[in-house]
């Protein structure tokens, strides 16, 4: 069963510093678990087939307008069967002034009347990013999230295979570490994950030998980030003698998280290999891939052996 998660409407207010016109209780008790919102101009002319109550309703510019046309005593029909839908909240937007019937209505039906500065565009572009963020479908995975050259990279292993260490040499050489040990996973589109650290230990680091440090005290502010897209999953993993590893990179490995597919790589682990460095190439070498170039593609056709790569690596892997 899929677990529903829910945002407060002290959040939404905070985020957005919206101004409250009314409100009947303490935002905070005031959930919000939909991550559309709905500007209610058919509604306004009695039209609610197919209509959502659950989500924030929004007025702008074209619906103060139409409501401004109308007199008051249609006006407050029309406004008194969208009350009555039982909305989460109603947000004004470009501070518009609202009627005296809407606050009226919303004490009445103890809906929250809000306001924005914004123009309602940007407001509500901004609410569905904020909503699909906090709302989306997530999961718990452990390992580290950091952030080299913009990429996301996510370092899993087993435990004692040393991410920790490594991402505290990437934190050093400047990149920016958002997780540790517990990674927090979220789903904001069909083709985006986001990463971000529990609360209780956000910028926390476990060093075996040394202990617990707190890396935004240590390093400072700009080697810690809130969240950031997942790019990229590498999995550390102890020398196998036995195992063949991929020399070449012609084709991409992907793993799927929450139904996402995520390029992936294995790096093994063994002394003398420096981690920080390779996944700094790792890093760049998958925006590369990104943007349309890769190496071991253009280096098959130097050789001439495009046509057939499988067959290029089993002769190069002999070399």
Request: proline letters at 3%.
């Amino acid at each position: 069963m899929s677990q529903n998660f829910t945002v407060s409407l002290q959040k939404v207010i905070d985020e957005f510093k919206l101004e409250v016109i009314y409100i009947q209780k303490d935002a905070e008790d005031i959930l919000i678990d939909e991550t559309e919102v709905n500007r209610p101009g058919l509604q306004l002319m009695g039209f609610y087939e197919y209509f959502n109550a659950e989500r924030i309703q929004i007025i702008g510019k074209v619906e103060f307008a139409y409501l401004s046309t109308l007199d008051e005593a249609t006006r407050r029909e029309r406004l008194q069967l969208l009350f009555a839908q039982r909305l989460p909240a109603l947000i004004i937007t470009r501070e518009l002034p609202y009627f005296s019937e809407m606050l009226e209505l919303a004490k009445e039906y103890e809906i929250p009347l809000l306001r924005s500065k914004e123009s309602t565009s940007n407001f509500m572009s901004g609410l569905i990013a904020f909503l699909n963020l906090n709302l989306a479908p997530r999961v718990t995975r452990h390992g580290v999230l950091i952030e080299i050259y913009g990429e996301g990279v996510f370092i899993t292993g087993e435990s004692g295979v040393g991410k920790s260490e490594t991402a505290i040499e990437l934190v050093k050489r400047g990149h920016r570490l958002v997780a540790d040990d517990a990674v927090e996973i979220r789903k904001v589109s069909n083709i985006s994950l986001v990463g971000s650290s529990p609360d209780n230990i956000r910028h926390f680091l476990e060093l075996r030998g040394i202990g617990i440090i707190n890396a935004r005290r240590l390093f400072g502010i700009g080697a810690v980030k809130m969240t950031e897209k997942i790019d990229l999953v590498v999995e550390l993993e102890q020398w196998n003698p036995e195992k063949i590893y991929d020399r070449m990179g012609v084709d991409t490995e992907y793993v799927t998280l929450l139904g996402v597919k995520i390029p992936s790589l294995t790096i093994p682990v063994k002394p003398g290999r420096n981690l920080a460095v390779i996944l700094e190439v790792a890093a760049m070498n998958n925006r590369q891939k990104k943007m349309g170039y890769n190496a071991a593609a253009e280096l098959l056709n130097r050789l001439g052996m495009a046509s057939d790569p499988k067959e290029t690596i089993r002769n190069y892997e002999n070399f």
